[in-house]
């Protein structure tokens, strides 16, 4: 939903900066030697041709302004053919795009920089107008571009200045304010942390660069999802370890809100490298639990990025698709081979491996509480886009497979066992030098884990203790700037290691 204030004010194609209107300008819709025919000369890029932007332009060239009663007004309209949230109808609104770029690429409308004041005035107006609405509408903000915008307003830049300098790191200041307003009107204006990301090292997103050296950069940046070990290989120059960054600052200042990452992308449709980090970061979506993602943007039918998407949602063509719990699966060289395991509420074994090296490896993946039957593999390399590659060769405690260069390979065979449910009824007590945590007991769990998010930052969840079936709680030491969380009753069912 647009809230910079401004909307086009018809449908035909118009442009804020005109030639003949503000003068020369650097280039135009058809400076460039290969742009189609119909390309406009007199649309300008409003830069001058000495580099300076053209100022003074009328932004009534192009739009109107707009109050949150056209947004209100746009809703009733999709109401009417579709429903409202509630029954059935669009349930999630964006709290417009990339704000923190308005400058730049609406610069026609907005030239002034954004700052926090202003991006949480439109949030407080225009989300409270689609609250008002349709109560029962999703809201999605602030929907920023990627790493400054986490931290800076726009008129910051991407260091510190005074938003930053005042109120601290934009994320953290912007959920604050979420969680005060629901604590002060018991109305929650925003329920997802909507973020884009694009991973920097150049070359990597929106890139049909696929040489040995970029698409080697390009299956490691994965890893800046999740990774507080990986120093991210481009001008951010340090560890990214993007979703527990977000759930840690969510858990801080607003807990409850959903993440979402709405615009992401790591390379272009056809490449098989870029094939294998989409079907990577999808399994990564799933293991570390993002609630709501989108690519930027939907991929070619019958591209190799096509592909990525239906190993996962459709890997047999008859809709088999990966659905389910992720259980731990752990690889001895996740630079070469990664590895990703799901027990499917068809009580099913899914278990993604992928080959990011050059040469071929040989994948012996050992299952912890054993499995029957035969290991069914689909997959796609450079011989061929997706397709059934046969069985793997079984042991009584996994199988074994090779698996080409630049491979996917999803194994799908039955568990011999059954997940635990979660525990539940989780209470804490704290003395001065610990905590004791109890829970109600679980069937089927060998023992209950604990993790600890170490770092104000947000850290990668590390294993501290544990305590075995029977047991009602356990017992740890109180935690110094750090918190613990109780995640979930397991067993061994399902756990997969890549030797």
């Given at each position: 939903m647009p809230i910079i204030g401004w909307t086009p004010f018809d449908r035909i194609t118009r442009w804020g900066f005109s030639v003949a209107?503000?003068?020369?300008?650097?280039?135009?819709?058809?400076?460039?030697?290969?742009?189609?025919?119909w390309c406009?000369?007199?649309?300008?890029?409003?830069?001058?041709?000495?580099?300076?932007?053209?100022?003074g332009n009328n932004p009534f060239d192009t739009s109107i302004t707009i109050t949150p009663s056209f947004v209100t007004d746009w809703m009733a309209h999709i109401a009417s053919r579709v429903g409202t949230a509630g029954s059935?109808?669009?349930?999630?609104?964006?709290?417009?795009?990339?704000?923190?770029?308005?400058?730049?690429?609406?610069?026609?409308?907005?030239?002034?920089?954004?700052?926090?004041?202003?991006?949480?005035?439109?949030?407080?107006?225009?989300?409270?107008?689609?609250k008002t609405?349709?109560?029962?509408?999703?809201?999605?903000?602030?929907?920023?571009?990627?790493?400054?915008?986490?931290?800076?307003?726009?008129?910051?830049?991407c260091v510190p200045g005074l938003d930053y300098n005042t109120y601290g790191p934009f994320l953290e200041w912007y959920l604050q304010q979420v969680k005060d307003y629901e604590t002060a009107y018991g109305v929650r204006l925003v329920d997802y942390l909507d973020i884009h990301y694009y991973p920097q090292a150049n070359n990597v997103a929106l890139s049909d660069d696929e040489s040995p050296g970029t698409a080697a950069v390009r299956l490691r940046s994965v890893k800046s999802l999740f990774d507080p070990t990986y120093s991210d290989e481009s001008w951010v120059g340090q560890p990214v370890q993007l979703i527990p960054r977000m759930k840690n600052i969510i858990a801080q200042k607003a807990p409850d809100t959903k993440l979402a990452i709405t615009e992401y992308n790591w390379g272009n449709d056809n490449g098989l490298p870029s094939a294998l980090a989409q079907a990577e970061v999808l399994a990564i979506f799933a293991r570390e639990g993002i609630d709501l993602a989108t690519r930027w943007t939907v991929p070619e039918v019958g591209s190799r990025v096509e592909d990525a998407f239906k190993i996962h949602l459709n890997y047999d063509g008859t809709g088999g698709r990966i659905e389910g719990d992720s259980v731990q699966a752990v690889s001895s060289n996740i630079n070469d081979v990664a590895i990703y395991s799901f027990h499917g509420t068809d009580a099913k074994l899914y278990v993604l491996l992928f080959n990011k090296s050059l040469t071929d490896q040989e994948a012996d993946v050992q299952v912890t509480g054993g499995i029957t039957g035969s290991i069914h593999l689909w997959g796609f390399d450079a011989e061929s886009q997706l397709t059934y590659k046969g069985t793997a060769t079984a042991s009584p405690s996994g199988f074994s497979l090779t698996m080409p260069s630049y491979s996917v390979r999803l194994a799908v065979t039955t568990l011999n066992c059954t997940l635990p449910s979660q525990a539940t009824n989780l209470h804490l007590q704290k003395s001065d030098s610990s905590l004791l945590l109890t829970w109600t007991n679980v069937s089927e769990a060998t023992d209950y884990v604990i993790y600890e998010d170490a770092s104000p930052s947000g850290s990668f969840p590390t294993q501290t203790g544990s305590a075995t079936n029977g047991s009602t709680g356990i017992l740890i030491p109180a935690p110094t700037g750090s918190r613990f969380y109780l995640v979930a009753a397991r067993n061994a069912c399902g756990e997969s290691s890549k030797k």
């Open positions: 209107l503000y003068g020369e300008q650097e280039w135009t819709e058809c400076t460039y030697t290969g742009w189609p025919p406009r000369p007199d649309a300008g890029n409003g830069f001058h041709t000495d580099g300076t932007p053209v100022t059935g109808g669009v349930r999630f609104f964006a709290l417009d795009n990339e704000p923190m770029l308005w400058n730049s690429t609406h610069r026609d409308v907005h030239p002034v920089e954004v700052n926090y004041a202003e991006i949480w005035q439109r949030t407080l107006d225009y989300a409270f107008a689609i609405q349709d109560p029962a509408a999703l809201v999605f903000g602030p929907v920023v571009w990627g790493w400054c915008a986490y931290f800076y307003s726009a008129a910051d830049g």
